[in-house]
């Protein structure tokens, strides 16, 4: 059992593993840096638009229909601020952005210990050509994780990152986390999940609702990377 003596004693945060490499644009002790996050696409549901092609997972094949095709890699960027650290994207392929959002450090001193953030998202697919549908505040969940190995090295490359404004970075600068990484997509069931749209000279046109019947808030659509377990 903790004293009030344990209590009081700042945080230990956890120590980068002896083969880590600080990054070029790394501005704090670990986790902070720029980050290559190697996953593969694990799961996806599609309960929550009664047509299931309107949700779709890059890179639209998970590991079990071809594991040579399933692996999505996340570029981020992690900065010290504070008394804590914080997590941004880069521009990538399928519209996963978000900038400062900060990090939460769970299970602290156990083997699932992990830095976990949560934020929403505004997601758009092409289920066909000409027609964009709209998932509004879609939640992004991440965990990085610091004790947990990972065990899917893909032989693919990187998906090269393309860096926001905010936070510049080149290819070069990205080094692959060293840990196991969990990222998921959700989003419950609505009147307007999705909101599709036919694209007219890359403007939204006519909304589509005819065969889009709303589904209920338990009814999920989802995107599971992992780079574990398989």
């Known amino acids: 059992m903790k004293t009030d003596a344990d209590l009081s004693k700042p945080p230990i945060w956890p120590q980068a593993p002896e083969n880590a490499t600080s990054t070029s644009n790394s501005t704090g002790p670990f986790p902070a840096g720029s980050y290559t996050l190697i996953t593969f696409l694990d799961t996806v549901q599609t309960d929550c638009s009664s047509q299931a092609q309107d949700w779709s997972c890059y890179p639209y094949h998970t590991h079990n ?135 007219q000279d890359d403007r939204k046109g006519d909304r589509i609702t005819d065969g889009i019947t709303p589904q209920g808030a338990s009814a999920v659509c989802s995107c599971d990377y992992r780079n574990f377990g398989s």
């Open 65 to 199: 229909q071809s594991a040579s095709q399933a692996t999505a890699n996340f570029t981020w960027v992690i900065t010290s601020s504070g008394d804590g650290f914080s997590v941004s994207s880069t521009s990538n392929p399928w519209s996963i952005n978000f900038d400062g959002t900060p990090l939460t450090l769970v299970d602290a001193g156990t083997d699932n210990e992990r830095y976990q953030f949560n934020t929403s998202l505004n997601k758009i697919t092409v289920p066909t050509i000409g027609v964009n549908c709209f998932f509004n505040d879609t939640n992004l969940e991440g965990n990085l994780y610091t004790q947990k190995a990972p065990t899917y090295l893909s032989s693919s490359p990187a998906n090269p990152p393309a860096a926001n404004p905010s936070s510049p970075a080149t290819s070069d600068d990205f080094q692959p986390w060293p840990y196991a990484v969990e990222v998921r997509q959700t989003i419950g069931g609505g009147q307007t999940v999705p909101e599709c749209f036919r694209i």
